[in-house]
């Protein structure tokens, strides 16, 4: 959430590939476990509340001057997904845990609890099918409205106070937004915790009977998080230290997501009379420039 909203574009793009893995992976792997009958409507519940996590994320990006279309793509595949998990965990009591071993006590526990989920779940739900539906329909009408259109006679549906630009300095409507999809999110983690998963929790310890739980034990559901959040800090460290950048128009000696090392050492070669010559994409190498002059050194 962070680096969504605080960051450049190259750490954007780096903090929802982390959450489109890590979703992705978990969408699958919780329908597959549901069709096999081995979750129940609690745990599938959180699953899908920590899916629906993404919406705060979601209201930054539908704020975006030109939201990028592979995180558009990203939240349309998580609404589906969350849309079939959300179908069969309410579908019946007995269909999601028809080959779990649950006792009855825990089994009334989960039915007598589900009103207070789907009251929690609903609202989030609502939320990120409305800002899907929002931001493709935009991306239609915009995308017809400027085809074969140079960028500068382009005309958008959406008016300029409702959008920031991210290569854009900070502004109070760019802060507003970000508070605002901070806000969601934190709301979104309160209602997971102290609504669903506490509101559980203080049912079953007013049974008589005791009951072992798993929850906080290590499983799929907290092994890959782990390491996607790990190979995202280090994809976003990368950014941050050693991403080469691309020079912005009319400023050759600047560039637009440029890692602090990366740019510590360009300049330390220009000052040595080197710079860096971009040979593709992703490659630069080291050439030696000689200036009008005579003298060497070029800063490009």
Same mark, same amino acid.
């Given at each position: ?7 450049? !574009?190259?750490?954007? &793009? ?21 069709? $096999? ?16 996590? &993404? ?10 001057? +030109? ?38 006590? *825990? ?6 609890? +589900?009103?207070?989920?789907i009251k929690?779940? &609903? /609202?989030?739900? =609502?939320?990120?099918?409305? *800002? ?16 074969? @259109? ?11 106070? @409702?959008?920031?630009?991210?290569? $854009? /300095? %900070?502004?109070? $409507? ?18 997971? +915790? ?23 034990? %290590?499983? !799929? ?5 782990? =390491?996607?959040?790990l190979s ?14 691309? /020079? @912005? #128009?009319g400023k ?11 740019? =510590? ?6 000052? #040595? ?12 190498? /080291? &050439? ?13």
């Open positions: 959430m962070l680096l969504y909203a605080l960051g450049d !574009y190259n750490l954007g &793009t780096a903090a929802v590939a982390q959450l489109g893995i890590l979703n992705i992976v978990l969408h699958i792997i919780n329908i597959i476990y549901t069709f $096999k009958g081995l979750l129940d409507q609690y745990i599938l519940a959180i699953l899908v509340m920590q899916a629906l996590l &993404t919406t705060g994320l979601q209201v930054i990006h539908v704020c975006k001057f +030109e939201p990028d279309k592979h995180q558009r793509g990203f939240y349309l595949v998580n609404l589906l997904f969350t849309t079939i998990e959300i179908a069969v965990a309410f579908r019946s009591s007995t269909f999601v845990d028809r080959n779990e071993d649950i006792c009855s006590g *825990l089994q009334d526990a989960i039915v007598t609890t +589900e009103r207070e989920r929690c779940i &609903t /609202p989030f739900y =609502a939320l990120c099918s409305v *800002l899907v539906v929002f931001d493709f329909t935009v991306a239609i009408i915009d995308r017809r409205r400027n085809k074969n @259109l140079e960028f500068r006679k382009r005309r958008y549906i959406r008016p300029r106070w @409702l959008t920031w630009m991210v290569t $854009k /300095p %900070w502004s109070l $409507k760019r802060v507003l937004f970000c508070l605002s999809g901070s806000i969601v999110w934190i709301l979104s983690v309160i209602v997971l +915790e102290v609504f669903i998963i506490g509101e559980f929790h203080r049912y079953v310890d007013g049974l008589s009977a005791g009951f072992y739980s798993l929850e906080n034990e %290590w499983s !799929y559901g907290q092994s890959i998080p782990f =390491a996607v959040a995202g800090i280090l994809f976003s460290l990368r950014s941050w230290v050693i991403q080469p950048g691309r /020079p @912005l #128009k050759p000696d600047v560039r637009y997501g440029e890692g602090w090392l990366h740019s =510590a050492a360009r300049n330390w070669l220009n000052a #040595k009379g080197v710079s860096f010559v971009t040979v593709s994409n992703n490659q630069v190498v /080291p &050439t030696r420039n000689t200036r009008m002059d005579g003298g060497e050194g070029l800063l490009i």
